[in-house]
């Protein structure tokens, strides 16, 4: 099985910024997918940022060139670097990643954060 749990989120104002984390653990021979999601109250998961092994970064137009997202390889870590956040930046942020087990794909989550960006 493999585990993702976040942190960082909380309450920020806006302008400010946070760093989210996200360590994966468990039994994987590898990782290809790495990303970021939220949701808000009464809307639809949406990507927020997401790179694959040897590919481009995505980002939608809503948070590019504000968030940036990274990975630590040696650590399993993935990171969201969220700055200049605004209160549409509120939601619930989750981490997934594409898992390989037994030469299977599987698809991963994280329990989610809290982001709140509030004055």
């Known amino acids: 099985q493999v585990q993702l749990v976040e942190s960082g989120g909380g309450l920020v104002q806006p302008g400010g910024s946070l760093r989210l984390s996200c360590a994966v653990s468990g039994s994987f021979s590898s990782i290809s997918t790495m990303g970021w999601y939220r949701q808000a109250p009464g809307k639809q998961r949406e990507l927020v940022a997401t790179f694959s092994s040897g590919g481009p970064t995505n980002y939608p137009d809503s948070v590019k060139g504000r968030f940036t997202i990274s990975r630590d390889n040696a650590k399993n870590m993935v990171y969201l670097q969220m700055n200049n956040l605004k209160p549409e930046d509120t939601a619930v942020y989750y981490c997934?990643?594409?898992?390989?087990?037994?030469?299977?794909?599987?698809?991963?989550w994280g329990q989610g954060t809290q982001v709140i960006v509030s004055s």
């Open positions: 997934k990643v594409i898992a390989t087990r037994s030469a299977v794909s599987y698809q991963y």
